[in-house]
């Protein structure tokens, strides 16, 4: 008999009841893993570099140098890529913020490379942000007597539209400037 109350399907008002004590004791779980986690990742990492120093404090005067040869290489060898992916990236940022980069040569990309060799996206992304935004507008003034701007027709009246106004009209476009291209025989 106890079976068949444990197989039971609970009602609505059951659940509401017993959903809140199971969700904190589920999330008081989850912390509980979250820190044992933590704390074994810890112990890790020391127990590695308690290894590594053990290691290195065994290894001959022969061992260290090569060692030191083999991180120097790589350190040189990620230098000269991690150039080549400074200008990529910067090329990149550049782009996705809209701005113009200076020519690579008025820039110094072993600046961008971080201590490990590779590129640093903050410092990348500051760079970008930072360079200025190009404008919109002409560099430099705009109708200042360079002569006809715009199409020959632009502005201008035609016969048709003459054909529609009034004598009075007419004189104040002429007056305005709009009847100039009918009056050179342009239109």
Known sequence: MDENKNNQVPTEAGTAGEAQPEVTALQAEIDKWKALSRKNEDRFKQASTELDGFRKSQMTDTETAIEAAKVEARNAALSEVGIRLVDAELRA??????VTLPGA??????????????PDSARIEAFASSLPKPSSEPTYAQNIGLGRQGG?????????????????EINEARKAGKCDALMRGEI
Do not use: Y
């Open 152 to 168: 020959p027709a632009a502005g201008q009246l035609t016969r048709e539209d003459l054909s529609r106004m009034s004598p009075r």
């Open 93 to 98: 940022a550049s782009s996705a913020a809209g």
């Open 105 to 118: 040569e008025f820039l110094n990309l072993g600046s961008f490379l971080g201590e490990d060799g590779n």
